[in-house]
């Protein structure tokens, strides 16, 4: 049998190094966007809109690489959170990609918070259901559930979209794996990174052609 890395573990071989390259970057590409925001003050070009733009794209990944690599430096307020209202809330911003797509919500134990980052929980579900709308290709089913038992929270998400063939799913979380063209593979190390940073788990089940489910226990005492 094969030894899985664990998620600290791939963190370590290459979100660190790419951490610490990614913050020598950041900062003299602020700098350049600071001056090109002063030199759009006296001129006019659509080229600088351009640069402006292309230069945020880059920061955003930037910052997205910090955040999954340095999660202690996340500089974000504990608050008290409730799953199933900010679940329900969260589907919305999904909504005009939802036409062929049957969702399920099964929120139970709406009373039930936990006290944690918000932020990052909101872009870490945000990610998870990002990936079963591309798994299905918004044709589909997702399922979302959310139940409290034994002082933990379970959530699940799921979908009837490719799957992960066997030998992929350990790699699943690790900093740039994607079969995506256009993906970054850093959406599932946020996810992983946020529910590792509140003393939960993640799991995932997959069957090609059949779907994924990713299933999630936070504690509700911490
Ligand atoms: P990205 O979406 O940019 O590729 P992610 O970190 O979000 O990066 O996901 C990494 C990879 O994990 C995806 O490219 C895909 O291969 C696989 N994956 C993630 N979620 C699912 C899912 N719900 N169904 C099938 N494959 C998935
Ligand atoms: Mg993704």
Redesign the pocket.
């Known amino acids: 049998t094969e030894k899985l890395l664990n998620h600290q573990e791939k963190l370590a071989s290459i979100g660190q190094i790419a951490a610490g390259i990614a913050h020598e970057i950041k900062n003299p590409l602020t700098s350049v966007k600071g001056f090109l925001r002063l030199l759009k003050e006296s001129y006019t070009h659509p080229y600088l809109d351009v640069m402006d733009a292309e230069l945020e794209k880059a920061l955003d990944t930037l910052k997205n690489l910090l955040q999954v690599s340095k999660p202690d430096l996340q500089e974000e307020k504990v608050v008290s959170i409730n799953f199933c209202k900010e679940l329900s809330s969260l589907m919305l911003l999904f909504q005009e990609r939802l036409y062929n797509v049957e969702v399920e919500l099964d929120l139970r134990d709406s009373e039930i918070t936990i006290f944690g980052k918000k932020n990052l929980f909101l872009k870490a579900f945000f ?2 259901i ?3 709308l ?2 299905i290709e918004e044709k589909g089913k997702i399922t979302i559930l959310h139940y409290h038992k034994d002082g933990w929270i379970h959530i699940k ?1 799921s ?1 009837t ?4 063939p066997k030998d ?1 799913l350990k ?3 690790t900093p740039f ?4 063209s ?10 992983f990174t946020t529910i590792n940073e509140h003393g939960g788990n993640i799991t995932v089940e ?1 069957v090609v052609g059949q ?2 489910t ?1 299933h999630i226990q936070l504690p509700v005492k911490q």
């Open positions: 990610n998870l990002k990936n079963a591309e798994a998400v979908d979209g490719v799957g992960v992929k790699m699943l979380g794996f994607s079969s995506k256009d993906g970054t593979g850093l959406g599932l190390t946020q996810v997959s779907g994924t990713f």
